[in-house]
């Protein structure tokens, strides 16, 4: 999994970044992060996602991310289907599948 980030660090002590990523994944499919990252324990990402599928699937997500391996992620996702339809749903999905 390929990430590019756009990071910018508070004066502040250092203590947060606010990235914005760019993850190509296999099978077509890509992801936008806007991500707030705790420099100083360096676990968790809060991350609002878009994630365009090859199926003309549209999610919105607020992830929170486990950085410790990258393993994790709880969405709040709002899906946008070809037929304008549009769901609300807690999801946890796991990175290493990318669904």
Known sequence: MYKECLCTVSAAGDMYKECVCAVSVAEDMYKEYVCTVSAAEDMYKECL???????????????????????????????????????????????????
Do not use: P
Not at 49 to 63: G, H, I, T
């Open 49 to 99: 996602c878009a994630v365009s599928a090859a199926e003309d699937m549209y999610k919105e997500c607020l992830c929170t991310v486990s950085a410790a391996g990258d393993m994790y992620k709880e969405c709040l996702c709002a899906v946008s289907a070809a037929g304008d339809m549009f769901k609300e749903r807690l999801c946890a999905v796991s990175a290493a599948e990318d669904m």
